[in-house]
């Protein structure tokens, strides 16, 4: 399985910004997508934005759609979220994640399992004033 880090989380207030990265080790060539997920308390693990390794493509949720940028760097294996205008509501734990089927559009971003996607541990990005 591939290894995913996660840092660059923290607090910030309303209308600020940050930069997530996402480290992969370990058997990355076997993971065309990346994916960013977030969890806020009481609530389910869902997706935020995607990309693709091969075509670069990408994919955002609607609620961070203008808002937030993933990009990648293959070279470094490094998956970046940029973050901008950040609202109360974006406040959860971001998580990066793949498995062997994820793909990165409406029809076929998912969340991956807990037993068959491989995780990072997250990261906090709490939003406040």
Known sequence: QVQL???GGGLVQPGGSLRL???ASGFTWRYDVIGW???A????REGVSCIAS????TYY?????GRFTISRDNAKGTVYLQMNNLKPEDTAVYYCATDS???CSGRDFYVPSL??????QGTQVTVSS
Do not use: M
């Open 37 to 39: 997920f977030r969890q």
């Open 61 to 65: 949720a609607a609620t961070v759609k």
């Open 41 to 44: 308390p009481g609530k389910e």
């Open 5 to 7: 880090v996660e840092s």
């Open 21 to 23: 990265s996402c480290a």
């Open 101 to 103: 089927t994820l793909g």
């Open 115 to 120: 037993e068959f996607g491989s995780w990072g």
């Open 54 to 57: 091969a075509r670069g493509d």
